[in-house]
């Protein structure tokens, strides 16, 4: 049974840094890629920061030089460190993994396999 957890959410000022995590179980993260994705109310869900298995990275526009992706194997864990948070940030955030090292198109939610549970990010 696989399960992806996320933690770290909460409310921030702007300005403000978290850091998200995501934790698996049933999952081995080494040989696979990861990615995290942000919802608000009314909108789709958006492709945050990816992690491909040999550790290369993607961001989306709105947050490349304020967040970065980081895994960690031996804990079997995928890192989001945020910061300069804008309320713009605001939002459920989802750890999702996909069966696959790497690959293009790693904004579309159906390329990934399991998501967690989400952890909400408030920046006022």
């Known amino acids: 049974h696989v399960q992806l957890v996320e933690s770290g959410g909460g409310a921030v000022q702007a300005g403000g840094t978290l850091e998200l995590s995501c934790t698996a179980s049933g999952y081995n993260f080494k040989t696979n890629s990861v990615g995290w994705f942000r919802q608000v109310p009314g909108k789709e869900r958006e492709g945050v920061a990816y992690?491909?298995?040999?550790?290369?990275?993607s961001y989306a526009d709105s947050v490349k030089g304020r967040f970065t992706i980081a895994r960690d194997n031996a804990k079997n864990t995928v890192s989001l460190q945020m910061n300069t948070l804008k309320p713009e940030d605001t939002g459920m955030y989802y750890c999702a993994a996909r069966n696959y090292p790497s690959g293009s198109a790693w904004t579309r939610e159906a390329a990934y396999d399991y998501w967690g549970q989400g952890t909400q990010v408030t920046v006022s």
């Open positions: 992690i491909a298995a040999r550790f290369t990275t």
